[in-house]
């Protein structure tokens, strides 16, 4: 039986969105953007992987003239292991399924004649 | 800022309220950063998300499922002990004895999560407390419909008859036949806040009970309160028993709840203390596996009060609301509306016993299982240690050094219990 895997794949792919700037701030929009997830599916998981310590929230110092301040992110160094970690279990899993598939095709092809048919007998 | 953006911003504000303090800025941040989302449907929708998450996070399941069981159980109290004609008189609502009880379920679960900390993260926690909350709103109700009509007098000189027994003054009817004194209201209050406390604090994280304790403990007092409701389904009394019980003080049931009564503790006990494994299943020291060992035999015994009292004193309370129910606990027997009526009468006044269950059940399963868990995990003796057989004490042996941090070694933690 396999194991389940520690995230989700919206999960994985806000961290990976967050791993393309590992030092850097990013900003929820951005992150929305990079990711194709709404408002409503981003922010629970941005929440729930700050309650875990992975990533770091904090407001914009300096907001910009007539606008509010807005919220920023970026993963902790504990985000940063286990995002590396997860997004290249995750990279073998894609891996070991794309062979897995390969190896079905192969057997197909040479999936021994039926029975009844007689050796030499295919045109 | 138009009146459209101020309005909606009062909304954003007003909702942030319903989240705990650490997650209201995440609403905040969701409406800022929609000045960033291009105009139109998308930024509509990028708000709906914000809206959608504000409702998740404020309506977790679990809270919502938390806050309906306490308003159906809030409900159902006050349908119960709502005024309803019986006899010949129609009892007065005691809306002032219940609310205090009420609030206590309501409040004190709010209160432990600051003394006590979160719940146990285990299901067996979460169902004692519900336990708990519905023993206390149950007798609280058995105690406040009996006492309302016991306290009235009926207007039918038949029932009249049998409400004031044989010394009767005439036909004059009295206001007030005993029910509890103020004293005694406020003893039964302090009984429950002590039991809601004490049931708060065994199953929460500080308390540390592992989960196989729980088990242990909720098991044999499922089993032990079965048993006893058996013995009395309605009120400690003998008459109460007699439905399917012959009365006599030897009948196999009986004995078996005496039995469980002082021996389902120790067991308990000795179990819990045995299947007791440490965090990273190191062999926890004997004191852990005492003070596990006294929680389970004083949480079996306190749960089997709250079993029996939940089944009695809501097998009461349906008798007291629905006369034909009697038939049902005196089969064979064919009861006139006077008889039924006295029998109800009695019920109630034997209901009370719960109470002493309830005060009683949990001091024998402490004695019981501390002496049993004292037995079975004594403490370890000088003499066992390796090289102390005979001769001359040798030197002291070094210290060894103090743990990170200036506390103690993780296997050498107690949980806070004892």
Known sequence: MTSRPEFSAQTLSVLAALCDQPSGWQHGYALAKQTGLKSGTLYPILIRLCDRGLVEARWQDEPQPGRPRRHRYRLTSAGLASAAQALGGAAERAAELAAAKAARKVRAGTRPAPRGAVAGSTP | ?418
């Open chain 2, 1 to 418: 800022m138009g009146k459209w953006a101020r309005m909606t911003a009062a909304v954003r504000r007003g909702g942030a309220w319903l989240l705990p303090a650490g997650r209201r800025d995440w609403v905040a941040a969701v409406w800022a950063e929609a000045r960033e989302v291009p105009p139109g449907l998308t930024r509509l929708a990028w708000r709906a998300g914000g809206v959608w998450m504000l409702a998740r996070e404020a309506l977790m399941p679990r809270r919502l499922g938390r806050t309906l069981l306490f308003a159906a159980a809030a409900a159902a109290t006050a349908w119960v002990t709502w005024p309803q004609p019986w006899a010949g008189h129609i009892a007065e609502g005691r809306f002032d004895a219940i609310a205090p009880a009420l609030l206590v379920v309501a409040v004190l679960p709010l209160m432990s999560v600051r003394l006590f900390g979160p719940a146990s993260p285990s299901r067996v926690a979460r169902s004692i407390r519900v336990l708990c909350g519905a023993t206390v709103l149950t007798l609280v109700s058995a105690f406040t419909v009996m006492d309302a009509y016991d306290q009235r007098a009926p207007r039918q000189p038949a029932y009249l008859r049998v409400f004031c027994g044989p010394n009767c003054p005439g036909a004059v009817p009295r206001q007030g036949r005993g029910g509890p004194t103020w004293q005694a209201e406020i003893l039964i209050m302090l009984l429950i806040i002590g039991y809601v406390s004490a049931t708060l604090f065994l199953t929460s994280r500080r308390a540390g009970l592992a989960r196989s304790t729980l088990v242990i403990s909720i098991g044999t007092g499922l089993l032990f309160g079965a048993v006893m409701f058996a013995v009395d389904p309605l009120g400690v009394t003998n008459l109460a028993t007699n439905p399917w019980l012959p009365g006599s003080a030897a009948d196999p049931l009986v004995a078996l709840a005496w039995v469980l009564l002082f021996g389902g503790p120790a067991a308990a006990a000795v179990l819990a203390g045995r299947r007791y494994r440490g965090p990273d299943g190191v062999e926890p020291p004997h004191t852990v596996r005492f003070s596990q060992g006294a929680a389970a035999g004083l949480l079996a015994n306190g749960l089997a009060a709250m079993v029996t009292s939940v089944l009695g004193a809501g097998t009461v309370l349906l008798i007291s609301r629905s006369p034909g129910l009697v038939h049902w606990v005196t089969p064979g027997r064919h009861l006139t509306a006077i008889a039924t009526y006295r029998y109800q009468l009695n019920t109630g006044g034997n209901a009370g016993g719960y109470l002493l269950m309830l005060m009683f059940f949990p001091v024998i399963g402490l004695i019981m299982s501390t002496l049993a868990a004292g037995i079975a995990n004594p403490a370890p003796r000088q003499s066992d240690s390796p090289g102390s057989g005979g001769g001359p004490p040798g030197p002291e042996p070094e210290p060894g050094p103090e743990p990170p941090g200036g506390g103690r070694a993780e296997a050498d933690r107690v949980p806070a219990l004892t």
